[in-house]
């Protein structure tokens, strides 16, 4: 038997399944601390400025201006928020992909480790914009809030 054929099959199954659909590129607004005080993940997809209240209210004015000078017929904006957690954790999406009808926002969730929980606590968060064209989805859409161990942390479905 050839050497080869077992691992070419080897590869092929395993990177079938690191595959997960295209990624879409994204930008950054803004990431930092909030006043939310929940324990659970928050997510947000806004589609226009008056929608961004829903989320502004925790994380101040000071991201006001970048949303207003958003061009709304052409970006979604998404807010997430960790939760209320102890001193240093923090809170990154890594990754948008596109899988079927839904967009997963593959995200690092940091949290201090047991045992080693600073005084005080943490509520980060990470505010990005998404152009629609790069979506490429049309209608009501799932966007799904994911930690990079793929358990859901929140699910919004937005017509966009």
């Not at 989320?55 to 949303?67: E, P, V």
């Not at 807010?79 to 593959?106: D, N, P, T, W």
């Amino acid at each position: 038997m050839n050497k080869a054929a077992p691992l070419f099959i080897c590869t092929v199954l395993l990177t079938g399944c690191v595959f997960q659909g295209d990624k879409l590129q994204f930008e950054s607004l803004a990431r930092g601390e909030s006043s939310y005080r929940g324990e659970d993940p928050l997510l947000f997809v806004v589609t226009s400025y008056d929608d961004t209240a829903a989320f502004t209210q925790y994380i101040g004015i000071g991201t006001q201006d970048a949303l207003k000078r958003i061009d709304y017929q052409q970006y979604v904006v998404i807010c997430v928020f960790l939760g209320c957690k102890g001193e240093g954790s923090a809170i990154e999406i890594k990754e948008l992909i596109r899988k079927e009808e839904a967009i997963v926002l593959l995200t690092v969730f940091q949290e201090p480790e047991l045992g080693k929980t600073l005084p005080g606590y943490a509520s980060p968060f990470h505010l990005i914009k998404v152009s629609k064209s790069e979506i490429r989805l049309v209608g009501e859409v799932s966007f799904l809030l994911e930690d990079t161990r793929g358990f859901l942390h929140a699910k919004v479905r937005v017509e966009v």
